[in-house]
């Protein structure tokens, strides 16, 4: 059993940032991974964990800004292990007010000298204590001479995604999403009704001290509870015995409508990690689920998903969604197609997304969707149902694609497709079209 006197949490934060920047690890995967390795810590020490690791990397750009106003080396010629030390302790001096600026000097300190940067320690404690003293009078880019700019820093988001969001969207509109990507997110789960329904859930829950409300989810939705107050996921019973599953109240929304009959045949072409496939099959509780994904370690999430929730009516395969599968053709009364996209919606749960989406990458997505659904459309049965969905809010890969499909395969839309903004409440930001074929 490791010493858990010995585990320091800012080295721990440090080391999962690490991963995350120099080795592009995606952060919920390091992050998630850590925790698990930290189980044993109390539920405040990994909290506070999680919280500095999160808060440091969705705040990167303006952590960055800061430390270069205080500091000769800029950021960019500074050591990795460095520049994060000081962004996670900026990030402790500006955002969590329970820790002491003469605390946060000290303890950015010893873990640059721990990190065998003695030599650097005169540096990190002069930045550090500079910026403390001054980091409610920092001076930010000109809102009004410097739209691009200001947003980028004040909310993090690279200058060059900040100005596609303010020309497709506006200055208002950008910065209330942008406000919404940094608040905090609740964790929304799906009732496992193969098992239990929502009263035995909410008891279940409740009895191992989880707060439970439906406050806010959408009417649409009567298997849904937002939860708070746990400490890790895998530590409740209720989990483990596959009472629920997570899934954003946006992402239930695509399956909702009633098109998915109880006697269904659905085929899900990019279906990893499961949450619509499991969802889908409980809803086909009678019907059947194909769920694809591109690479035999993405199935097996599925696969693992569905099997700890004891749902047996997924098939599963590992198939490329461009290549087409003969046998599928005409097959599917509801065929799901969430396919991969920029994730823009979602920054708000996973922060390092924005660092890597690019203009050119909205476009080759954009592309990759069309080329799958160029593909796919065959497999949906004649008055059967697609429903295309993205967790993007970008118009190219939303309204455009869908506008794309129906001008060029035999679908009509069944009402307007829903965008749903970050800022709207609620959910993820998504994006779900719903089509019948028509011929
Ligand atoms: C948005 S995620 C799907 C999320 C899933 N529907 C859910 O609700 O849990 C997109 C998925 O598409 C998969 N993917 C990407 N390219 C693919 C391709 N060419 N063929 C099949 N799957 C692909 C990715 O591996 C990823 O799991």
């Known amino acids: 059993m490791t010493d858990k006197m010995q585990v320091n949490l800012r080295q721990v934060a440090m080391e999962i940032l690490y991963e995350v920047q120099k080795n592009n690890g995606l952060l919920h995967v390091v992050l998630s991974d850590a925790l698990k390795k930290y189980q044993y810590l109390d539920k405040n020490e990994r909290s506070f964990i999680s919280r500095l690791v999160q808060g440091t990397e969705e705040r990167k750009i303006e952590l960055d800004y800061i430390i270069d106003s205080f500091s000769k080396t800029p950021v960019k010629k500074q050591k990795d292990v460095i520049r994060i030390i000081l962004e996670m ?17 000290n303890e950015a300190v010893k873990l640059a000298v721990k990190k065998n940067f003695g030599t650097l320690r ?4 002069g930045v550090l204590r500079n910026i403390a003293r001054n980091i409610d009078n920092i001076e930010y880019p000109d809102k ?10 004040k909310y993090s ?10 020309k497709k969207f506006g200055d208002n509109e950008t910065e209330e999403m942008f406000e919404a990507f940094n608040k905090d997110k609740s964790t929304y789960i799906r009732c496992n009704t193969k098992k239990t329904d929502i009263a035995g859930l909410t008891a279940a829950l409740e009895a191992e001290g989880v707060t439970v409300t439906n406050e806010g989810i959408d009417k649409r939705i009567d298997y849904a509870l937002k939860i708070s107050g746990y400490d890790y996921l895998g530590g409740l019973k209720s989990f483990r015995d596959g009472l629920f599953f997570v899934q954003d109240i946006s992402s239930m929304l695509a399956s909702q409508g009633g098109f998915i009959k109880r006697d269904a045949y659905v085929i899900d072409v990019c279906a990893a990690p499961g949450g619509k496939s499991i969802n889908a099959a409980l809803m086909a509780d009678i019907g059947h689920v194909s769920s694809r994904d591109i690479s035999g370690r993405k199935v097996s999430l599925i696969k693992e998903n569905a099997e700890r929730l004891g749902i047996d009516n997924i098939t599963y395969k590992v198939w490329d969604a461009v290549k087409k599968d003969e046998e599928s053709v005409e097959k599917a009364d509801v065929l799901i197609c969430d396919l991969p996209c920029s994730g823009l919606g979602i920054i708000g749960r996973k922060p390092d997304i924005k660092y890597n989406v690019t203009y050119e990458k909205i476009k080759e997505l954009a592309l990759l969707q069309r080329k799958i659904l160029s593909t796919v459309w065959e497999y949906v049965k004649k008055d059967g149902i697609l429903i295309y969905s993205t967790c993007t809010v970008t118009p190219e890969e939303n309204a455009e694609n869908t506008e794309w499909l129906v001008n060029n395969y035999p679908f009509e839309l069944i009402g307007k497709p829903e965008q749903i903004m970050p800022q709207d409440g609620t959910g993820d930001g998504f994006y779900i079209a719903r089509l019948k074929r028509t011929e």
């Not at 005169?122 to 404690?125: A, K, L």
């Not at 009004?144 to 820093?153: A, E, G, I, P, R």
């Not at 988001?157 to 303010?166: D, H, K, Q, T």
């Open 89 to 105: 302790s900026v990030y402790q001096l500006k955002y969590m007010d329970s820790v002491p600026a003469s605390a946060v000097c």
């Open 144 to 153: 009004s001479t410097n739209t691009d700019k200001y947003l980028s820093v």
């Open 122 to 125: 005169g540096f990190v404690n």
């Open 157 to 166: 988001v690279p200058e060059e995604l900040a100005g596609y969001f303010l």
